[in-house]
Each structure stands twice: as C-alpha cells, then as structure tokens.
C-alpha cells in the first residue's frame, strides 16, 4: 500500500524558513513524479511544486518561485521542500502527493495538475505568524 507521511510542519515567524520532508513507505518513489499542495482556510488547494523522478527538472507556481526549493532524495525515499522568506498567506496545511510510476526520469508536471495525483499524504501544518 503508498503510503506518504509528511513532517516538518509548525510556527515560524514571517521571514523565517521551513523544511518538510515527504516519506515513502510501501513503495519505492525512484519513478515517481512528487508535488507538493497547500490548502489555506477557506480556499481552494493550491500546486505549489513538483519535481521529476530524476530530480533533475522541478516546477513552481508563481507565488513560491525564488523562495521555495524542492528537492528528492531517492536513497532515502524522500522529498523535501526548502521554504525560505516565508509569509503569512503562506499559512497553510501542506500535503505531498505522487503519481507514476512514469518511465521518462525528466517528466514533470505542472503545479496546477498536482491536485490530481493518485497517492496523497495527510498534510502537515505550516502556520506563519508574528
């Protein structure tokens, strides 16, 4: 069974940085497309990024772009999100998800389409607060 369980959620201060990690279990993420969606009270998920199997091609939607830093480690099984200049309407729960297994180490999707992967994890709460 896919299992992802995220961590490294919490209060940070608005400037401040994060590190979530996105562990897999059951199932080995080397041909796995990754993202990485937030949902904030009250609105819709929203893409934020995604990198290809290979770690060699990533995605970012506009409004994390220069901040954030997506990365993998396939050894470990596990994808991290580097979350730097945080801001408040940064305040979200931040969910992984996976989708593949894809065969092209290169392929990656948009942000946008990450809210349509199959295997999701239980989110982790990032809250950005003086």
């Known amino acids: 069974q896919l299992q992802l369980v995220e961590s490294g959620g919490g209060l940070v201060q608005p400037g401040g940085s994060l590190r979530l990690s996105c562990a897999a279990s059951?199932?080995?993420?080397?041909?796995?497309?990754v993202g990485w969606v937030r949902q904030a009270p009250g609105k819709e998920r929203e893409g934020v990024s995604c990198?290809?199997?290979?770690?060699?091609?990533?995605n970012y939607a506009d409004s994390v772009k220069g901040r954030f830093t997506i990365s993998r480690d396939n050894a470990k099984n596990t994808v991290y999100l580097q979350m730097n200049s945080l801001k408040p309407e940064d305040t979200a729960v931040y969910y992984c998800?996976?989708?593949?297994?894809?065969?092209?180490?290169?392929?990656?999707?948009?942000?946008?389409?990450?809210?349509?992967?199959?295997?999701w994890g239980q989110g982790t709460q990032v809250t950005v607060s003086s």
């Open positions: 998800a996976a989708e593949g297994p894809h065969y092209n180490s290169d392929y990656v999707t948009t942000p946008q389409s990450i809210t349509y992967f199959g295997s």
């Open positions: 059951g199932f080995s993420l080397d041909n796995y497309v």
């Open positions: 990198i290809s199997s290979s770690g060699g091609r990533t």
